[in-house]
């Protein structure tokens, strides 16, 4: 491996070090989530990544996601992440697809070529499509559950699906995925009671909406600089400790 990598391999061995060089890991959703878990992984050396998001950085991504800057307001996210991971890592494997993910574009990856996904989309239709898609591929993924409306990081846990409580989320996705016939999911969720924000925004939720076709609205959550991190950061390590255990 090369210097910038050597701390890491004194952790993981040489081996493990070029096992994170061969792998593939897609990324879906670059939020405070994901983008700080595509940070973690291209700095831990993985040698290709697929970054998978439609938006574009807003003002109000500045208080929690990675790729959020002054600069880079108004730029599409997948584009931003790329290029920050590029300066990382030159030699990465890096692919941005400004996509939204969901029933609809599901066709246009193959979930066979990835060693592992991340799911850290926001919306629960395109999580149990993402997660459909991956069990059926046989490809190993992880997705984020709720990180909004929370403050402590330190309640942040590893845990099957099914094994969860507390977070709203994670119930609405039990409920889903045991009628689907999905009877196991590594998932990242917070034992934290959600707080209440102290003033209510509205927006247009599109990717999801009303029985009669109108975009659906729901309350806009609070979020800080540390828990949807801390949630990222959590992702990585077990993709990367689950990498370096697989063949």
């Given at each position: 491996?090369t210097?910038a990598?050597?701390?890491t391999?004194?952790?993981?061995?040489?081996?493990?070090?070029?096992?994170?060089?061969r792998?593939?890991?897609a990324?879906?959703?670059?939020?405070?989530?994901?983008?700080w878990a595509?940070?973690a992984l291209a700095r831990?050396g993985?040698?290709?990544l697929?970054?998978?998001?439609?938006d574009k950085i807003?003002?109000?991504?500045l208080n929690?996601?990675?790729?959020a800057?002054t600069?880079t307001?108004g730029?599409?996210?997948?584009?931003?992440?790329?290029?920050r991971?590029l300066?990382i890592?030159?030699?990465?494997?890096?692919?941005?697809?400004?996509v939204?993910?969901?029933p609809?574009t599901?066709g246009q990856?193959?979930?066979?070529q990835?060693d592992?996904?991340?799911d850290?989309?926001d919306?629960?239709t395109a999580?149990?499509e993402?997660?459909?898609?991956?069990?059926?591929?046989?490809?190993?993924?992880?997705?984020?559950?709720?990180?909004g409306?929370?403050l402590?990081p330190?309640?942040?846990?590893i845990a099957d699906?099914?094994?969860t409580a507390?977070?709203?989320l994670?119930?609405?996705m039990?409920?889903?995925?045991?009628?689907?016939?999905?009877?196991?999911?590594?998932?990242?969720?917070?034992?934290?009671?959600?707080?209440k924000p102290?003033?209510?925004i509205?927006?247009?939720?599109?990717a999801e909406?009303?029985r009669?076709?109108?975009?659906?609205?729901r309350?806009v959550?609070?979020?800080?600089a540390?828990v949807p991190p801390?949630a990222?950061l959590?992702?990585a390590?077990?993709?990367?400790k689950?990498?370096?255990?697989?063949?």
């Amino acid at each position: 491996m090369t210097d910038a990598f050597s701390r890491t391999a004194l952790l993981l061995g040489e081996a493990g070090a070029a096992r994170l060089q061969r792998a593939r890991v897609a990324v879906f959703g670059l939020g405070g989530v994901g983008g700080w878990a595509a940070e973690a992984l291209a700095r831990s050396g993985i040698g290709a990544l697929d970054l998978i998001d439609d938006d574009k950085i807003a003002l109000s991504n500045l208080n929690r996601q990675i790729f959020a800057l002054t600069s880079t307001v108004g730029q599409d996210k997948a584009d931003a992440a790329r290029a920050r991971l590029l300066d990382i890592n030159p030699a990465a494997d890096i692919r941005a697809y400004k996509v939204f993910y969901g029933p609809r574009t599901a066709g246009q990856f193959d979930f066979t070529q990835y060693d592992y996904i991340i799911d850290a989309i926001d919306t629960v239709t395109a999580k149990l499509e993402l997660v459909q898609q991956a069990q059926a591929a046989g490809t190993p993924i992880i997705s984020s559950m709720g990180t909004g409306n929370k403050l402590d990081p330190a309640a942040l846990r590893i845990a099957d699906i099914y094994e969860t409580a507390v977070c709203p989320l994670a119930r609405v996705m039990r409920k889903e995925l045991r009628r689907r016939g999905v009877r196991s999911l590594k998932v990242a969720y917070s034992q934290e009671e959600p707080r209440k924000p102290r003033k209510e925004i509205m927006l247009p939720q599109e990717a999801e909406p009303d029985r009669d076709g109108t975009p659906s609205r729901r309350p806009v959550p609070g979020s800080c600089a540390f828990v949807p991190p801390a949630a990222g950061l959590l992702i990585a390590s077990e993709v990367v400790k689950d990498l370096i255990e697989s063949p």
